[in-house]
């Protein structure tokens, strides 16, 4: 059986070589590559009787992921851990601003009676929920304002903020922890959106042919902040799982570099 020497590389970078006994080319070029080794040089040493077979150099067994892929993939582990934890932050940051301005939901029914049954949702980003508010026979909504001042100043020496007040006939009433929530169309008019959010269920609770109205407002700032951090969030995680499939990639690599090994032993 004919031996062959052989030159390539190791899945770590690092350049090998060795003798190997085969029926053919073809055969050492596979069975290398079973083990993870990209051939770039072979020839035939031999072509009968007693085989010299020479290991690889052991130089190139200094690092036990040359030639063992185990060994590279538990190398490989901390980074992506390391990765997963990174994404993991920035997700926990992004619903960490998102507490800085909950989203609030505004939602009327009217019930076959004629009765008004209101609620507001407020969550962290639309996601996580905070708090639920209930209220029966709904008849009137209006707009508390709030003037800061003090320790709560603006750059003018003051700051309004202002609340939707859903109120019953008994004199109760719901208002959302969060104020001057605004629609994403309004954003620049703080306080026009709030004033039109009024308007509409004023309009609601006078029409009985309207039998649902829902709205839904939060704040500009931590919102943009929360989105760029949970797109942020999402690229790595999708670099995360491409480097998943880092495999099939080499795999692909090293059929090219076969197939010019071929080219050049045929030569």
């Keep these: 059986m004919p031996s062959f020497q052989w030159k390539g590389r190791a899945p770590s970078g690092a350049e090998i070589k060795g003798e190997m006994t085969a029926r053919s080319k073809e055969e050492v070029i596979t069975r290398l590559r079973q083990q993870q080794i990209v051939v770039s040089h072979i020839v035939e040493a031999s072509s009968g009787g007693a085989v010299d077979f020479r290991p690889p150099e052991p130089d190139h067994l200094a690092d036990p992921s040359a ?3 185990p060994g590279r993939r538990a190398a490989t582990k901390p980074s992506r851990l390391t990765g997963l934890l990174i994404i993991a932050g920035f997700v926990a940051a992004a619903f960490g601003v998102g507490l800085l301005g909950p989203i609030a939901i505004w939602t009327c029914e009217r019930s076959g009676d004629g009765r008004v049954g209101c609620s507001i949702s407020e969550s962290d980003l639309g996601v996580v929920p905070l708090r639920l508010q209930t209220l029966g026979n709904v008849s009137a909504v209006d707009v508390e304002t709030k003037v800061l001042t003090g320790a709560i100043r603006s ?11 859903l109120r019953n006939g008994d004199g109760r009433s719901i208002q959302s922890m969060g104020a001057d929530q605004t629609r994403p ?32 407002g939060g704040h500009s700032v931590p919102l943009i902040l929360s989105g760029v951090l949970l797109l942020l969030a999402g690229l790595m995680l999708l670099m995360f799982v491409l480097s998943l499939f880092s495999g099939p990639r080499e795999w692909v ?14 030569r």
């Design 67 to 69: 030639l063992h892929l």
């Design 155 to 165: 750059l003018n020496g003051t700051r309004t903020e202002s609340r939707l007040v």
């Design 185 to 216: 169309s309004e954003w620049r008019a703080r306080d026009a959106s709030i004033a039109a959010i009024r308007l509409e269920f004023q309009s609601f609770l006078e029409d009985p042919a309207q039998a649902r109205i829902s709205t839904w």
């Design 253 to 266: 690599q090293a059929q090219a570099e076969l197939q010019r090994a071929r080219i050049k032993s045929r």
